[in-house]
């Protein structure tokens, strides 16, 4: 039997966005097409991240200021500040580059189904971008691979 690949099981030109779209359009589109997530690509079709309705929700929240205190005059934080400043970037964006994760995990189109499965489970992504160069030419998520695991039964 043939090895399924990447190639072989992504959704092939998946609907992206730009990196400078607005974050309201992003929104826009993304709940008319009744889609989770979405590569970000700027306008050389570079893949530069993925944006998430979590993204997109955590843009709404109030952000959670770091407990401090004060002794002589100082402010001494008890917790780590770089979480509340990310957090407080990401409400205060305008732009989907802004809030798109750019450390995401890609695939190569000859990554095997096993490769796949072991990378959504293990680091528990729900689709992950198939890249060849800098250039997305898909993306698989975890419909793709139920579809496949089907079709081998």
Excluded: C, W
Excluded at 22 to 45: A, F, G, Y
Excluded at 74 to 95: H, P, R
Excluded at 108 to 118: A, G, M, Q, V, Y
């Amino acid at each position: 039997m043939q090895t399924l690949t990447a190639s072989k099981i992504m959704t092939k030109n998946p609907l992206t966005v730009y990196d400078n779209e607005t974050i309201e359009q992003t929104i826009k589109l993304m709940d008319k097409k009744k889609i989770t997530s979405m590569p970000v690509i700027n306008k050389n079709k570079n893949f530069l991240g993925l944006i998430t309705e979590d993204d997109l929700a955590l843009h709404e929240l109030n952000p959670h200021a770091p407990a401090a205190m004060t002794i002589l005059g100082s402010v001494i934080y008890l917790e780590d500040t770089n979480e509340f400043n990310t957090g407080l970037k990401k409400i205060l964006a305008y732009k989907t580059k802004d809030i798109m994760n750019k450390d995401i995990i890609t695939l190569k189109e000859n990554s095997t189904l096993f490769e796949i499965i072991t990378i959504m489970h293990e680091q528990n992504q729900k689709s992950i971008p198939v890249l060849k160069g800098k250039k997305l030419i898909g993306i698989i998520s975890r419909t793709n691979v139920l579809h496949a695991l089907a079709k081998k039964i």
